[in-house]
């Protein structure tokens, strides 16, 4: 099967799983079933409101979600009968280093629900700790040469933290390290991948404030044979809106970006609204149906109000 992917891809994402409880629920450690149902509920609300954004007009072969397993399990078949992307993650959830979910079992999950893309959430510093990097670069191979066996999507959410001494370059400035210092460590981090013979069809990457360096993503993204027709795609890291805006509009434009997915900036504050009665469940989901439908609008250049 062909790298890459064709058409566009506006995807809701809520596979938070660790973070979701402890942020959001304030539960630590593991759930007890009567604790699950209220957060498997939860992200029930959040695809209510996909479904809205659906009826709403949204374009149901662009528009996609992502969710997990764990929290999730009976959306991918409400997923489906509404015509929409599947991406649901493999990685366990809360760890600095990649690992599988489900060990030597990650196979059996992904055929179970058949998603149409596998996602990892990867954190990975080229210039960070050296054997967690090559632990990680090890059991990505065995994932994408196990996806590209089955013909299957490797959807893959790479995040660059800053090292110490990167950040002391900038002087412990998160934002100087996020304008002058990560992009180019993106490009090195998916370089390195590609190297190591991992092979992506679609990155979802952080944001960059210069339409320069979205260009210089996205022509790494496709650089080596056969990855003509990979993509890039923007992902939200629970920012402020007017920062996604902005990220959303420097990409959009550039050839290799397809679309976004977003999460906490899109259904944070309605989930939070209703789970403490100031807004009903109808019109929290009709809020996060408004914030997706918005920043569809925003990337493809439509006025927003």
Known sequence: MALGYDGKLYILAFDHRGSFQKKMFGIQGDPTPEETETISDAKRLIFEGMVQAVGRGAEAGATGVLVDEQFGSDIPSRAREHGLRLAMPVEKSGQDEFDFEYGADFGEHILRFDPDFSKVLVRFNPDGDAGMNSRQLE???????????????????????????????????????????????????????????????????????????????????????????????????????????????????????????????????????????????????????????????????????
């Open 139 to 305: 059991r990505l191979k065995e994932l994408s040469s196990w996806l590209q066996s089955t013909s299957r999507k490797f959807l893959f959410e790479l995040l660059v933290p800053a090292t110490d001494e990167q950040l002391a370059s900038v002087d412990g400035d998160a934002d100087r390290y996020d304008a002058e210092l990560r992009p180019e460590l993106m490009r090195r981090t998916i370089e390195a991948i590609q190297e190591f013979g991992i092979e992506v069809d679609v990155w979802k990457i952080e944001g960059v404030d210069e339409r320069s360096d979205a260009e210089m993503l996205a022509e790494q993204a496709r650089s080596g044979p056969g990855r003509e027709n990979v993509k890039c795609v923007l992902l939200g890291r629970g920012a402020s809106t007017e920062k996604v805006d902005q990220w959303l509009q420097q990409a959009a434009p550039v050839d290799g970006f397809i679309g976004f997915a977003i999460g906490r900036s899109i259904w944070w504050d309605a989930l939070k609204g209703f789970l403490g009665g100031s807004i009903s469940r109808e019109n929290a989901a009709s809020e996060i149906a408004e914030n997706y439908l918005r920043f569809v609008h925003v990337y493809e250049g439509q006025a927003v109000h």
